[in-house]
């Protein structure tokens, strides 16, 4: 069991997952937000939390190479920081809100569910015109037995394809190696 702890001890993972918590947490007060003020809190809106993941893979990955790096950083090294704080904060955001809506308040995914078949419904044209109704029928369908716990990877999914472009960037803006060994 040591073994196990002293793994998720080393800095490169602790960090990123100790923050990823942190920002899923944010993530979850910010849909909290969105549902006290009567916006549709599974709605597109939600979008914008992504916003607290970059701002907390800068301030993660900027600590890292200030405090661990010793001011040096390795590309690597930031894409790890990057996508371990990322998956982590979407698998607690992703349980955060699906606790919510089936403990506290099973009507928020009732309306998201809705709000679907309202989107759904208004793209029928075209998605009928360029693939056939029978997608359309696949998709009513699997809209209209939509279970909450498609939250989850649905979550996950978008939140690491969201991830791909600002994780490279900031590993990229936060690299600073050593090349002293190149120059004897």
């Known amino acids: 069991m040591n073994k196990v ?8 993972l602790k960090f990123p997952l100790l923050a990823g918590v942190a ?21 597109n809106i ?5 916003g607290i993941h ?19 950083l390795h590309l690597w090294e930031g894409l790890t920081i990057g996508y371990v704080l990322n998956t982590i904060a979407a698998l607690v955001t ?18 998201y569910v809705v709000n679907s078949k309202k989107l759904l419904l208004e793209g029928k044209k075209q998605i009928v015109d360029q693939f056939g109704p029978e997608t359309f029928n696949e998709q009513w369908t699997k809209v209209s037995t939509m ?29 600073k190696q050593d090349y002293g060994v190149l120059n004897p």
């Not at 939600?46 to 992504?50: A, E, G, I, K």
């Not at 970059?54 to 040096?72: D, F, H, L, P, S």
């Open 147 to 175: 279970k909450p716990g498609v939250l989850l990877p649905d979550e996950l999914t978008k939140k690491t394809a969201l991830a791909v472009l600002p994780v490279l960037i900031v590993s990229l803006i936060f690299r």
């Open 46 to 50: 939600r979008v914008l939390d992504y």
């Open 54 to 72: 970059i701002i907390m893979i800068v301030a993660t990955v900027w600590y890292y190479r200030k405090n661990i790096g010793q001011g040096r």
């Open 94 to 111: 992703g349980w955060l809100i699906y606790f919510f809506v089936t403990q506290v308040d099973p009507g928020v995914f009732a309306e």
């Open 5 to 12: 702890l002293d793994y998720f001890n080393h800095p490169l």
């Open 23 to 43: 920002t899923g947490v944010c993530c979850f007060l910010y849909f909290l937000g969105l549902y006290a003020f009567g916006v549709p809190a599974l709605g």
